[in-house]
């Protein structure tokens, strides 16, 4: 595709210009049966319209900041491209924040005008001002907020939604989405990753994720199919959709590798049918964490294209491991439009024609002047060397930098990236031991791991310990299971990265005197 998507068009009002001019493309979702629909844009656009105007009879209009929460489906794109038309700010709450602090509270503190939400089973006992998509019938009244925002100034005009991010750190961030921004991020994905009208695109994490927003823009924009299913759906769409593209953290594709590994839905005398429904992709990129080795060696074994990949909420694409142009080991080729620099102390700084982000707002605020450079750069936080081939290499996160009681430094990530190669499906973290010299490794292994494997997995870190330098040596280890590794633990991310703060916190005090010492 050789055309620039964003020229003559006014931010990301080309998404919803491209949906009703579509003649090809379809969104595919799961009804209330559990089957996959499949609906032309052309009816999507009309259901858009639809929704836009109940949206406009009752107030709502361009620079109105409406709240918008729940599960992947057909019903939530209607409604994320009806506040996009209408020119609305889209505040993106992830189902857990609901859960936590409540509609009303939610609604005083991001000055909402509405809040959408899909359907009313996954959100009984909603405010009067909730419009449910799938309710035509019941009407909702605005509320007006205590201080309305600027919506004649050049940001504002700019800004289309609020995402929350929290990365590895835990702590929430709220950041103001930029349409310029995204519109730049669509139109270098469709170019490096040669989107055609054949194409489908599977989206399977939570829509309140920018990342799987803009893969549905970039589907419309490029005419072509896009499968929209909740991550516990993902087998189902793999089976019946016949997706051709997926992106996506580690922790999907270690999934994928596991029971492609373990043989998962094979049959007596039959072979699994997942690496027949893999065999559907011809692009599968991951990103948003470390990737491990063995992982993309298992998929390269397995005939699978599976690329890693690099780039940041705040920026956007930063580098790309493509088709003929990949090097294990690395994210990839910086994205053409964009510039790095490495600094001094190896953190990695990028530029480019359009950030993805305007600011931090709300939540976070204090980071603003860590990250959004007044020199026109951003800061990545990410420690990064740049080969003499052009391919990037992430050393590790700047902020996680290990200094010992010798004074000598090291990138943890580095001994993690051992650790996790010497058993499948295993995590870890290491910290230093603040009572005793050495470090503590804290590493978890899946539930069905056997004694004499968790003991092999010990004598294993054991010798990659010894390879390393006296100050650097891991003196002790706590297993634990991969089950405790969720979201809702506080251990995981929902893009699934450990947390390292909330790691160290929760193994640290309660592994005293229980840990098992290495040889």
Known sequence: MGEDLTLNCNALSFVTHRLREAENGHLLSLDTRGEIVRISYRILAAEVEAFKKRLEKAGIGRGHQVGLVGPNCREWVVADLALLDLGCISVCFTEEMVRQEGFEPLSEHFELVAIVVPTR????????????????????????????PDCAS???????????????????????????????????????????????????????????????????????????VSAQHLYRALATAAPTILVGPPAIFEQLEHDLAKGVGATKGRSTPLRSWLSNFRLMFVGSAPSKNGTLEFFSSHGLPLYEVYGMNEFGWIAFNLPGASRAGSVGRIVESVEIRIADDGELLVRGRAWQSISYVYVGTEENKDVYGTDGWI????????????????????????????????QPESIESRIEEVAPYIKAIIFEDIDNPGL???????????????????????EISRTLGPSLRIGTVLMDSTEKLTSESGLLTRNGKLIRGAVIASYAESSKGKLNALP
């Open 440 to 462: 503590i490794c804290v590493v978890w292994v899946p539930p069905e791991t056997k004694p004499d494997q968790r003991a092999q997995i010990q004598l294993n870190i054991g």
């Open 121 to 148: 089973r996954e959100h009984a006992g909603t405010p009067s001002w909730t419009f449910c998509v799938s309710s035509p019938e019941i009407d909702a009244v605005i509320r007006t907020p205590k201080h309305t």
């Open 154 to 228: 050049t940001e504002a005009t700019d800004a289309f939604s609020l995402v929350f991010s929290s990365g590895t750190t835990g702590k929430p961030k709220c950041l103001k989405m930029s349409g310029r921004g995204i519109a730049n991020t669509i139109n270098v994905s469709a170019l490096a990753w040669r989107i055609n009208k054949s194409d489908n695109l599977l989206i399977a994490l939570p829509f309140s994720s920018v990342q799987q927003r803009t893969l549905v823009y970039l589907s419309i924009s490029c005419d072509c199919d896009c499968t929209v």
């Open 379 to 410: 800061r990545t936080g990410d420690r990064a060397a740049l080969d003499q081939d052009g391919f990037l290499t992430l050393i590790g996160r700047k902020k996680n930098v290990i200094i010992c009681r010798t004074g000598e430094k090291f």
